[in-house]
């Protein structure tokens, strides 16, 4: 192996052994693998371009071509020209996953599920540092600098790992940085010549003294590499020390207590609202938890995970609140009197092990949580929260929870809640348009109590004020954000719980939003099922005696309460809605599908719809350019690449006009060339060839799937009966100029067949096999020709070798 070849190899491995300081913070480690296998290749063609040879800016660009090909190859095949190309459907994809990834890595705790998003940041950052590390050490033979790429993915790493990267990941980090200097050191040397060795070669005395006149003895380049690994590596381990540890999310700040003890301490919560609509947007419902529970009806049975009760006119948040250490038994919630029905519910959950979340998903209200863990209670929320990086990665915990059941009776006579609550609660900054509050007193017009004035608001928003349901809506922010979409009508569950608890406190009732996720549908084993669709915001309202009480404004979402429909004639609700049919009945037995519902519509446990896919919107890729010399040499890669997958269709156009043509001298040999060019034409569009029929059934089944026109099909028939006459009839008759019946057969067939069957047809023709076949045919005669040819061979020089020569005479 040259020296230049070593250095690739071990640059290669040095990046490898940095970004294996990444392993703490995603699941599972096959990312690694795959950003290995692209490095490798990567590598290869640096050292194929250094070979030619070409210039060290152009060796880059290559490599640079190479990289973004292997990605979209990877990461957008589906969008792809021809599956290998970027083109602005990739890039649009491309795009998207890049901001997938960015919110991904804000919204899981480490360590964090390796979700498309993830996966592509990761792997093109171990393929940037890589290509960085590769132009220093190997293009330029520069090892040292290319310590810095290497110490940044390292630090990364570190940083953002609990406790830091480890001992053990910073000594292969280490030794893959000294290998690099090491086999950088021996190439510059070995040019040089032999010169490793400990003393002075004593049998020739002028090579020591010629080393020593260029400006010390012969070791010191390795000492020098030494200490420069040294100096580098003794920053990678000062810096991580200095950056903070980063809980929570991978980019975003935990929850923390005060410490382990003690019942003090504050929580600053990442607003989870970042994660809510990607999760309902998956293409796969993945399952978050599962849980198996007394209650009898789970409609009600939200698994609720924080309270968002700030509200600044832009957005809705957590307060940043005191908590406390898990109590035995969880306070009395606040409000609830003894004259509210209810039922004690004892719930066991387990959550997945993708799932890493700070808060715990809990049954509202709670009332005992027996779970194992560093997790910290915030009493105003009634919330638990992970301290020091404690998460709800792979959990099994007991749940005692309240099933409050009021009447509407007892939430209408409900008294004005106490001032320091409603002062909190009802807080509304100036800078809300007042579209707002004009709006919500205008929907709840002649409601004469609080509660009224509530049902109002959620039937508006889910029943008959004009709204839809759609997640592709973008959450927005700003204070013009709620009236937007009271302008447009349309959005997903933020939307709804973010504008009904607006407008609640504009009309002076306490609110705020909750986010978690809908009771989740029945399994056949008893469970219940809580996949990522089932994610969910609900705005809840307090009303004293009760408590706060959860409403549902989102159509085709969760289940209406019971208590949302009045039962008293002094305070109807607006509208008529059938309960019945509106509420969610109790979830089903069969499993999850998308669990929301068409617009206007509302979901019941037993009838569950789907909501569309996103469309994606593509941009225009940019133009490169170079000098005229690797300008070519991209121009006859693209060629070839663009050259190599039109092949088929290429050799389909030559085979049909030769079949076509015909052979002018041999009338039977053209008949069944075009007979052979019908089935082939047939095949191109999926009808596949059946040799066991005769050529007039075989006419008739292509006749029957192609649903050919008259005209067509009377053509096909005209070529099986010329084929039929040429094999079966006593004095063969050919018929000339089956070359226009062919084509209008194929005409027929065109005009029938989808927009996509076309291109399939006409750019990758299911024909094009034949031309597999026959080149495996000259292989394998090939084959057989040399392994005949052999024996021969030796045959003839062993009767050579026997042959008396001139000079045995």
Not at 103 to 132: E, F, M, N, Q, S
Not at 182 to 209: N, Y
Not at 733 to 756: E, F, I, K, M
Request: aromatic share 6%; net charge positive; hydrophobic share 45%.
């Amino acid at each position: 192996m040259s020296g230049r070849a070593r250095l690739a190899l071990c640059a290669a491995v040095a990046t490898l052994c940095a970004a294996g300081a990444l392993l703490p913070l995603v699941e599972p480690i096959s990312w690694l693998m795959q950003a290995a296998v692209l490095l490798a290749l990567l590598t290869g063609v640096g050292a194929a371009a250094r070979r030619v040879p070409l210039a060290g800016p152009l060796v880059i660009g290559v490599q640079l071509l190479a990289g973004v090909l292997l990605m979209t190859l990877l990461f957008t095949p589906g969008e792809a020209i021809l599956g290998l190309l970027p083109g602005p459907d990739a890039l649009a994809e491309f795009g998207r996953l890049v901001q997938t990834g960015v919110r991904d890595v804000g919204r899981y705790a480490i360590p964090a599920p390796v979700t498309p998003g993830i996966r592509l940041l990761l792997i093109a950052g171990v393929l940037v540092i890589g290509l960085i590390v590769d132009a220093l050490a190997v293009t330029y033979r520069s090892a040292a600098p290319a310590g810095l790429p290497l110490l940044a993915l390292y630090s990364v790493a570190a940083g953002l790992s609990q406790g830091g990267a480890g001992w053990l990941r910073f000594l292969i980090a280490a030794a893959g940085y000294l290998l690099l200097l090491l086999a950088e050191g021996r190439d510059r040397l070995s040019q040089w010549g032999r010169v490793f060795g400990g003393g002075a070669d004593t049998s020739r005395p002028d090579r020591g003294q010629a080393f020593a006149a260029l400006g010390g003895p012969v070791l010191a380049p390795v000492r020098t590499g030494r200490r420069i690994g040294a100096l580098v590596l003794g920053i990678a381990l000062v810096v991580p020390a200095l950056l903070p540890s980063l809980g929570g999310g991978l980019f975003g700040t935990g929850g923390s207590g005060a410490g382990p003890g003690g019942g003090g301490g504050t929580i600053s919560a990442v607003n989870p609202l970042v994660s809510l609509q990607d999760s309902l947007n998956q293409p796969e419902d993945k399952e978050v938890l599962n849980y198996r529970t007394t209650a009898a009806d789970t409609r009600g049975l939200y698994l609720r995970i924080v309270a968002l009760d700030q509200f600044d006119g832009t957005t809705w948040k957590p307060s940043e609140r005191t908590v406390t250490d898990v109590p035995e038994q969880l306070p009395q919630p606040t409000g609830l009197n003894a004259a509210v029905d209810l039922d004690r519910v004892n719930t066991s959950i387990s959550t997945a092990e993708w799932y890493a979340q700070n808060w715990l998903p809990l049954p509202y209200p709670a009332t005992k949580v027996d779970i194992s863990g560093r997790w910290r209670f915030e009493p105003q929320g009634r919330t638990l929260v992970g301290d020091r990086g404690q998460n709800t990665h792979g959990l099994q915990y007991q749940v005692e929870s309240l099933q409050v059941r009021p009447t509407s009776r007892q939430l209408a006579a409900a008294p004005a809640p106490p001032a320091d609550l409603l002062r909190e609660y009802t807080k509304v900054p100036r800078s809300l348009p007042p579209v707002v509050g004009s709006t919500a007193r205008q929907v709840t017009r002649g409601a004469p109590t609080a509660y009224a004035r509530a049902v109002k608001l959620q039937d508006w928003f889910a029943l008959n004020g004009g709204f839809s349901y759609n997640t592709q809506v973008r959450a927005g922010s700003g204070s013009e954000a709620i009236a937007r979409f009271l302008r447009q009508k349309e959005g997903f569950c933020v939307h709804f719980s973010f504008s009904m608890a607006a407008m609640a406190r504009t009309l002076g009732i306490p609110a705020r939003v909750a986010v978690g996720f809908t009771p989740g549908t029945k399994q056949p084993d008893g469970t219940t099922s809580v996949g990522l669709k089932d994610a969910h915001a609900w705005p809840e309202l307090y009303f004293q005696g009760i408590g706060w009480t959860r409403f549902e404004p989102t159509p085709s979402r969760g289940s209406v309460p019971d208590y949302a429909y009045p039962d008293t004639p002094d305070t109807p609700a607006p509208g008529s809605p059938d309960p019945a049919p509106a509420r969610s009945a109790a979830p089903s037995a069969g499993p999850s599908a998308d669990p929301t519902c068409g617009p206007g519509e509302r979901r019941s446990g037993s009838g569950p719809a789907c909501v569309p896919l996103p469309a994606e919107a593509g941009t225009r890729p940019p133009d490169g350019g170079s000098s005229p010399w690797p300008a070519v040499a991209t121009a006859l890669a693209a060629l070839l690449a663009l050259l190599l997958p039109a092949g088929p269709m290429l050799w389909r156009l030559r085979i049909r006009s030769g079949r076509l043509a015909g052979p002018h001298d041999d009338p039977t040999a053209a008949t069944l060339a075009a007979w052979r060019e019908l089935l082939d034409t047939a095949w191109d569009f999926g009808i596949l060839p059946d040799e066991s029929l005769t050529p007039r059934k075989a006419a008739e089944r292509i006749i029957h799937i192609g649903d050919l026109p008259p005209e067509p099909a009377g053509a096909a028939r005209s070529v099986a009966a010329a084929v039929e006459q040429v094999l079966y009839a006593p004095h063969p008759q050919p018929v000339p100029g089956l070359a226009p019946d062919v084509q209008q057969v194929r005409a027929g067939l065109w005009t029938g067949a989808s927009r996509g069957l076309r291109l399939r047809a006409q750019l990758a023709p299911r024909s094009a096999v034949r031309l597999r076949w026959a080149w495996s045919a000259r292989w394998s005669a090939l084959l057989l020709r040399c392994r005949t040819s052999r024996p021969v061979a030796t045959a003839r020089r062993t009767l050579a070798a026997l042959r008396p020569g001139p000079w045995r005479a």
